[in-house]
């Protein structure tokens, strides 16, 4: 089993930045795809982006919020994290860290819910004027 704990979430002004990061245990992560969704009220999850596991880091992200937010990963804290810069009222939402265990990592597959193992509790980002 992996936990994963997400932090760093708040509030936010509207063109401002905050750095979200999930530390999984119970299991080295290092092989395996981690990712982020998010939830808005009365809305579907969204997929965010996401980062490879083994050998060379593959990032992908979602048009919504490429060029602002970036997915990384440093395999020796087991850490994830999200960066998101020149944030909008339409990024407030409940953002979650997840893990894939299936290699190889399939960028195309990424933004489906059903293809991530593993989902942390959700970290609140709230971006306000």
């Known amino acids: 089993q992996v936990q994963l704990v997400e932090s760093g979430g708040g509030l936010v002004q509207v063109g401002g930045s905050l750095r979200l990061s999930c530390v999984a245990s119970?299991?080295?992560?290092?092989?395996?795809?981690m990712g982020w969704f998010r939830q808005a009220p009365g809305k579907e999850r969204e997929f965010v982006g996401a980062?490879?596991?083994?050998?060379?880091?593959?990032?992908v992200h979602a048009d919504s919020v490429k060029g602002r937010f970036t997915v990384s990963r440093d395999n020796a804290k087991n850490t994830v994290y999200l960066q998101m810069n020149r944030l909008e009222f339409e990024d407030t939402a409940v953002y979650y860290c997840?893990?894939?265990?299936?290699?190889?990592?399939?960028?195309?597959?990424?933004?489906?819910?059903?293809?991530?193992?593993?989902w942390g509790q959700g970290t609140q980002v709230t971006v306000s004027s």
């Open positions: 119970g299991r080295t992560v290092s092989n395996y795809a």
């Open positions: 997840t893990a894939d265990t299936t290699y190889p990592f399939t960028p195309r597959d990424s933004p489906k819910p059903s293809t991530w193992d593993y």
């Open positions: 980062v490879s596991g083994r050998g060379v880091a593959i990032t």
